[in-house]
């Protein structure tokens, strides 16, 4: 039997065309940006995967919430309406709106860190360590093991190593950690899930030593369709009743509506206890905006509103999840390693092992996602020893655990078709793989060089 991976729970109503290059344009194009992906324009890019951040297609329901946005400052329509399906999606007693992750970020981890040293995570995502440095404490990962082996299968391989947070807590002294994050799916690990029996063992330390337990929720809906397909103890329940289980007895959450919620801008704080809710809103105001509007327009809150419902549509996960696994198993049938099992939001193709005469040095990460620009206009990202820069102290190349080129897939954006067209442009590489150089740097920033160096190929 024919698998199905993913049937569009949609059709299409409105399109938006895209340029198409021809290969000697494309050329031309990659390297006046100086082979920097970053320094494309999108008009010259035919599938864009640098991220699915922001980049969702709303629905026709969202964008007549659009209209029907209330701009009043205080006390607007939508306002109620994202508090209560906030509410009863995470059940939680307080919500406060934000514009997007990293606000929420800014707003709570001051309260939670004050006067601490430590956060710990089953891995930062980098906004996230960034606040938790901001706030005067050092961000502590502790992701299980089996994250580091692409091709081993394990099928929580975000969770968080339990074991290992408990002896954290006694080398640290519980009284130094402000908070302990899960962060869900697991970005920085290949967009890979936790378990809900991961997440309860986590929040039952942290409580055990009395240090607040909170979630970095950005993909929170995505993690919850894994957790159905492979927890048993959740294979008959709905996404709500999964969603319920995650933040049970979580003190508080951060998220990037900007990801699940299929919102082009938006976050959320949310929290359990009345006195940090208080410093939340003060903060709040200081920075985003009066609480009743967090920093957003109306007209975006009741899209957030609405697209918080669609992101836990079971229908929808499937098909989200099923674009992933459609990709994934296009590359196992050529031969193509990435981060497998393939995660939720993303593929992370092992460019090591597609072009193993490059060394890290000269980028293979990022001599891929060119050849990837070249062949087809695909735009990825380098996740690797190009991204990672020099050792501060030594101004040396470091070496990355591993050489990824990320396929970030936007929310329902991209067809079958579409997917098709970056597989056989991965395969096409794969077989002129020997031909491809690597690159040198020839221009970089001390910090952050990913975002505005310029590179050459090497002869
Ligand atoms: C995107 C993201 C953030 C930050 O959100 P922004 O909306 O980009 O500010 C935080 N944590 C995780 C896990 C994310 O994926």
Redesign the pocket.
Known sequence: MKRIYFPEPFRIKSIEPLKMLTREEREQKIAAAGYNVFSLASQDVYIDLLTD??TGAMSSDQWAGVMLGDESYAGADCYYHVQENAKEIFGLPYVQLVH????A?KVLLPVLLQGKKYAIANMH?D??RAHVELAGARAIDCTVPEALDTTKYYDFKGNMDVERLEEYIHELGAENIGVVIM?ITN?SAGGQPVSVENIRKTRDVAHKYGIKFMI?A??YAENSYFVKQREPEFKNSTIQEIVRATFEGADCF?M????DAIVNMG?LIGCRDKAVFELVKQRCISFEGFITYGGMSGRDIEALARGLKEGIDENYLRYRIGQMEYLAARLDEAGIAYQSPVGGHAVFVDAKKLLPHIPYYQFPAQALAIELYKEAGIRACDIGSYMLGNDPDTGKQLEADFEFTRLAIPRRVYTQSHLDVIADALINIKERAQEIKGYKIVEEPPILRHFTAKLAPLE
């Open positions: 951040s922001g997007q992750g990293r606000a970020e995502f906004t996230t962060t970005n970095d950005a993909r951060t990037s509506a900007k990801k976050g």
